[in-house]
């Protein structure tokens, strides 16, 4: 497609479950963010990619929350042994390169996955 | 530490009239971009309007335009001839120049328009 995807775009886990939400970024788009955006506040940025490396996980709230992007085009954020803290909306976005000016530095967001820890 | 902080947690305009959405930042650099972002209720975050920090003069598209005052820290947007799809939560957000590339928002305003 020509936009982000995201899935799955709606996700229930238990209490201790593991769980891997996933992010297609637009074809050929260098950068790529994971922001955790909680109910009725804005984005938070967990951490982001230039191409396979994971330049800035300075977001990330724990070590229970890894990133990859093994091959730098799909990225996967894994939430080990959950918890209801975790419970929120995970916005992945895309940028066609990390530095510039113009439309370049503008990032595509996904739809976002909907976590909800029971 | 960079931070957005939008006041107006709920506004309401009438359809075709005129909203002004408030956004405050504070930092210590002075190369910076400014964004506000729409996200209706299927949660896609789309690009309303950007301002690059060393441009005085201030962005517009269409009905949207901002206005940028670097000294007070201030990124208002204003939404003219409002129409009943504007009506969303919209986002104030904050992005280095530098390396840190990752985006600040604010809480967010939500904006209702009534026919």
């Known amino acids: 497609g020509a936009g982000v995807s995201q899935s799955p775009r709606y996700k229930v886990a238990k209490r201790g479950q593991d769980v891997a939400l996933r992010c297609d970024p637009i074809s050929g788009h260098v950068s790529l963010f994971w922001y955790q955006q909680a109910l009725g506040q804005g984005p938070e940025f967990l951490t982001y990619?230039?191409?396979?490396?994971?330049?800035?996980k300075s977001g990330l709230p724990s070590d229970r929350f890894f990133a990859e992007r093994p091959e730098g085009s799909v990225s996967t954020l894994k939430i080990q042994r959950t918890q209801q803290e975790d419970s929120a909306v995970y916005l992945c976005?895309?940028?066609?390169?990390?530095f510039g000016g113009g439309a370049s530095y503008e990032q595509y967001f996904g739809p976002g996955t909907r976590l909800t820890v029971t | 530490a960079q931070t957005v902080t939008q006041s107006q947690p709920e506004m309401s305009v009438q359809e075709a009239e005129t909203v002004t959405l408030s956004c405050t930042y504070d930092t210590s650099e002075s190369d910076y971009y400014l964004f506000w972002y729409k996200q209706p209720p299927s949660r896609q975050m789309i690009l309303v309007i950007r301002?690059?920090?060393?441009?005085?003069q201030n962005a517009t598209e269409n009905r949207f335009s901002v206005n940028f005052q670097k000294a007070a820290k201030s990124f208002s947007l204003k939404i003219s001839d409002s129409q009943l799809g504007d009506a969303a939560m919209y986002f104030c957000?904050?992005?280095?120049?530098?390396?840190?590339?990752?985006?600040?928002f604010g809480a967010g305003t939500r904006l209702t328009v009534k026919p």
């Open positions: 976005a895309s940028s066609l390169v990390l």
């Open positions: 957000a904050y992005r280095s120049a530098g390396n840190n590339n990752d985006m600040r």
């Open positions: 301002q690059e920090a060393y441009k005085q």
């Open positions: 990619f230039q191409n396979e490396a994971q330049l800035d």
